[in-house]
């Protein structure tokens, strides 16, 4: 076997040949954070009721051992993936992850405080944080409604709750000095036909203004709106439709969140990245694998995954799309099913950063798509894993599938003990 530095050297003269520098493709790739969400490490619990359900239309399928039952749980098994994987790592976290050191504190009570060891701990393992109000488990949402629901009651609870949480991201981005993206999903939606649609819209229109009413710094916190098309249980309306958000984030300059799994089977997420960001300044991309449904399948490295990422490079956008990760998989080892995730956007970035972008767009522009097509299926066979090797290599990560001796001894040695 040669070692990594000779087939590298081979690969860099295959890509040098189409005018591709693969030392400058993975300085690229390694300043590009990927922001890993907590809740594949303990399907989406939290530490509020752990427990208790998951509700809200979403759903973790499986029961491999190991889940995580505590933050310290968490944190080690997250710092064991992402020793893992290689590049920039932030931490998306969801209200329900507060430490509240054993008390019991409500989702309208939750407060900065509750969040000083997450920041604490990011700033030690040198991690962006990301923030989510948690919109669901909880019985003020038994009825599938929250910011939309014709009780002012209810909606009132939420806007709290969400104010919080924006409060709260607005610290950890001060504290970190790198803005948190706050992310905004509700599960409302309707099981069966609806009538008023426009009303159940009007009160979430209501209820998001008088969120985002108080002032809030941009360079600590930037908020962004997440749309779906159906839940489980909410089959036949959305009330934060695609279209929703689209126009809310538009009228009040705030982020789009581009969910993979929330599409048609046949709609890609892909496609409306350019499209958004001619009307706004950043997005947010959680990404996911649907199968059928919005099922949150782990990432691999398909078709759909590298669109988005060359997407991204094409345009040189990766300042304003923001990269979230969003899948939760219970069915195998959750640990690998992060670094298996993760290390696929990285593969997806690193494989998107390699393309001859200028030739292909070139072609395009001349009208010769037979060029156009050739150089692209070519891209698809050239030595990628050659640079991906020496990428992990640089990072410090295994390399190949040499990661899975870990995450398998990890498990022995600590998951199978819970
Ligand atoms: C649900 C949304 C949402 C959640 C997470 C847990 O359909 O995708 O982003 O998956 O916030
Ligand atoms: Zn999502």
Known sequence: MKNINEIYAAAKEAYAAYGVDTDAAIARVASIPVSMHCWQGDDVRGFETPDGDLTGGIQTTGNYPGAAHSIDELRC??????????????????????????????????????????????????????????????????????????????????????????????????????????????????????????????????????????PCDKACNLDALESKVFGIGAESCTIGSHEFYMGYVMKNGLLLTLDSGHFHPTEMISDKISSALLFMDDILLHVSRPVRWDSDHVVIFDDELRTIAQEILRGGFEKRVHIGLDFFDASINRIAAWVIGTRNMQKALLYAALEPTEALVKYEHEGDFTSRLALLEECRSMPFGAVWEKYCEMQGVPGGMNWLDEVRSYERDVLAKR
Not at 90 to 106: E, P
Not at 130 to 148: I, R, V
Not at 154 to 165: G, L, T
Request: overall charge neutral.
């Open 77 to 214: 098994d997250f710092e064991k993936a992402a020793s893992l994987i290689p590049g920039k790592k932030r931490i998306s976290l969801h209200a329900i992850y507060a430490d509240s050191c054993g008390d019991k504190v409500g989702r309208c009570d939750i407060a900065p405080k509750h969040f000083a060891s997450w920041v604490d701990w990011a700033k030690q393992k040198d991690l962006g944080i990301d923030f989510n109000p948690t919109c669901f488990s909880h019985p003020m949402s038994a009825d599938g409604l929250t910011l939309s629901h014709p009780s002012a009651e209810v909606r009132d609870f939420w806007v709290e709750h969400c104010k919080a949480s924006r409060r709260i991201a607005e610290y950890i981005g001060g504290e970190l000095r790198n803005a948190v993206v706050t992310n905004y999903w509700i599960p409302d939606g309707f099981k069966d036909i609806p009538v008023d649609r426009y009303g159940a819209r009007a009160r979430l229109v209501e209820s998001y203004d008088r969120i985002f009413a108080d």
